[in-house]
T-cell receptor
Framework: DTGVSQDPRHKITKRGQNVTFRCDPI?????LYWYRQTLGQGPEFLTY????????KSRLLSDRFSAERPKGSFSTLEIQRTEQGDSAMYLC????????????FGPGTRLTVT | GDSVTQMEGPVTLSEEAFLTINCTYT??????LFWYVQYPGEGLQLLLK?????DKGSNKGFEATYRKETTSFHLEKGSVQVSDSAVYFC????????????FGKGTKLSVKP
């Protein structure tokens, strides 16, 4: 068990560019969550997958954001036409199932939009 | 909607002092409650949890009791160490929210030797 990994750890991009982040969950975990954390705030839920199905999306997830989890393994989060307000830490978590199970968090990807 | 409010930091304590970090919640259903900890440069880790009223979660000397009557889940430790310096997040999750966690803003704890 190598834990949840995220790549890259840091990303600096210019406004208007597209960025993509990757999350590799713990291998046997069927649930995968994306959260966003801004400075001085707690993480805020963005979306989650049960296997390959995306089951819920937060209102924070504008149409510039898209997430996928092909084959129910790793997941990608893409942000198109980035804005300065997208600057944040993007966290991925995985779990064996519903609320009964612990969510294990990755180290996060820190995005800076200049 | 559901929400979590925790005391603002930063909190600075001397080693071996008693720690309390207050957390209250608002929820329409019957949530599970969690404390997560984030050490410098690391990801969030689950510290303890409680799934129903009057449950006490405990780990590494930290404790928190799920109080439905006061909608609270305060974190306590009798004697803090320098290694406890971190940011602590209170969170709730429920069947209604499909397990997505709702976090407080976090409380930064610094423990001085």
């Amino acid at each position: 068990d190598t834990g949840v990994s995220q790549d890259p750890r840091h990303k600096i991009t210019k406004r208007g560019q597209n960025v993509t982040f990757r999350c590799d969950p713990i291998s046997e975990h069927n649930r995968l969550y994306w959260y966003r954390q801004t400075l001085g705030q707690g993480p805020e839920f963005l979306t989650y997958f049960q296997n390959e199905a995306q089951l819920e999306k937060s209102r924070l997830l504008s149409d510039r954001f898209s997430a996928e989890r092909p084959k129910g393994s790793f997941s990608t989060l893409e942000i198109q036409r980035t804005e300065q307000g997208d600057s944040a830490m993007y966290l991925c978590a995985s779990s064996l199932g519903d609320i009964s199970y612990e969510q294990y968090f990755g180290p996060g990807t820190r995005l800076t939009v200049t | 909607g559901d929400s979590v409010t925790q005391m603002e930091g930063p909190v600075t304590l001397s080693e071996e002092a008693f720690l309390t970090i207050n957390c209250t919640y608002t929820a329409t259903g019957y949530p599970s409650l969690f404390w997560y900890v984030q050490y410098p440069g690391e990801g969030l880790q689950l510290l303890l949890k409680a799934t129903k009223a009057d449950d006490k979660g405990s780990n590494k000397g930290f404790e928190a009791t799920y109080r439905k009557e006061t909608t609270s889940f305060h974190l306590e430790k009798g004697s803090v160490q320098v290694s406890d310096s971190a940011v602590y997040f209170c969170a709730l999750g429920s069947w209604e929210s499909q397990g997505n966690l709702i976090f407080g803003k976090g409380t930064k704890l610094s423990v001085k030797p």
